[in-house]
């Protein structure tokens, strides 16, 4: 069993940065893959990125390419999210996930534990 608590969201202007993080609790979060996920009002929720559990393997949405950089302490049982150059379209509710697998999946059915999420909002 995972818990997941997402921190850090806010309201910054475009062209701003926020960092996200995401604690997790249970024995497995060394061995679990992790995952970011954002759900704008009105839409699916939507893939951001996802690290490995060695944090050597990344994988990120092409919309937030050289922008966002996820990266995870194992010893700390975190996973950050640092964004970036934010856009107006980047507000969502952001939600961390981990998965009962090593394997890098880039959908929600890939993941078993989810957090609350955190609101990021980013004003014109």
């Known amino acids: 069993q995972v818990q997941l608590v997402e921190s850090g969201g806010g309201l910054v202007q475009a062209g701003g940065s926020l960092r996200l993080s995401c604690a997790a609790s249970?024995?497995?979060?060394?061995?679990?893959?992790m995952g970011w996920f954002r759900q704008a009002p009105g839409k699916e929720r939507e893939f951001v990125v996802a690290i490995s559990r060695s944090g050597g393997l990344t994988s990120y949405a092409d919309s937030v390419k050289g922008r966002f950089t996820i990266s995870r302490d194992n010893a700390k049982n975190t996973v950050a999210l640092q964004m970036n150059s934010l856009k107006p379209e980047d507000t969502a509710v952001y939600y961390c996930?981990?998965?009962?697998?090593?394997?890098?999946?880039?959908?929600?059915?890939?993941?078993?534990?989810w957090g609350q999420g955190t609101q990021v909002t980013v004003s014109s």
């Open positions: 249970g024995r497995t979060f060394s061995s679990s893959a």
């Open positions: 996930a981990a998965a009962l697998t090593s394997r890098v999946g880039i959908t929600t059915l890939d993941y078993d534990y």
